[in-house]
């Protein structure tokens, strides 16, 4: 098993940023794809960004130049740049985690591993 943990949510007035992190346990992390998705109240958990295990990425059209996710594999991170946010970038940020064979989906499908959130709030 695959442990997540999350970090730095918090409260942020339109057109600030902030910075997620998500550190995860196990012997592989070099080898996992990773990826960030989010839910806001009343909606179904969406996609935000992913990053494949050779650091190929890919985003939502909705955060599409003002998110990077990033990894460090020396600290077992995935990291969440955001930019510019807006009022609907409020939600809450769930880290999650694929093995190898499996790639991170943008549209639906499983996900082997995830975190517990994080609460993002932009203020209009």
């Known amino acids: 098993q695959v442990q997540l943990a999350e970090s730095g949510g918090g409260l942020v007035q339109a057109g600030g940023s902030l910075s997620l992190s998500c550190v995860a346990s196990?012997?592989?992390?070099?080898?996992?794809?990773l990826g960030w998705f989010r839910q806001a109240p009343g909606e179904e958990r969406e996609f935000v960004a992913r990053i494949n295990w050779n650091r190929g990425t890919s985003y939502a059209d909705s955060v599409k130049g003002r998110f990077t996710i990033s990894r460090d594999n020396a600290k077992n991170t995935v990291y969440l740049q955001m930019n510019s946010l807006k009022a609907e970038d409020t939600a809450v940020y769930y880290c999650?985690?694929?093995?190898?064979?499996?790639?991170?989906?943008?549209?639906?499908?499983?996900?082997?591993?995830w975190g517990q959130g994080t609460q993002v709030t932009v203020s209009s």
């Open positions: 999650a985690a694929n093995n190898l064979r499996n790639a991170i989906p943008m549209t639906g499908g499983n996900i082997d591993y």
């Open positions: 196990g012997r592989s992390f070099s080898t996992y794809n």
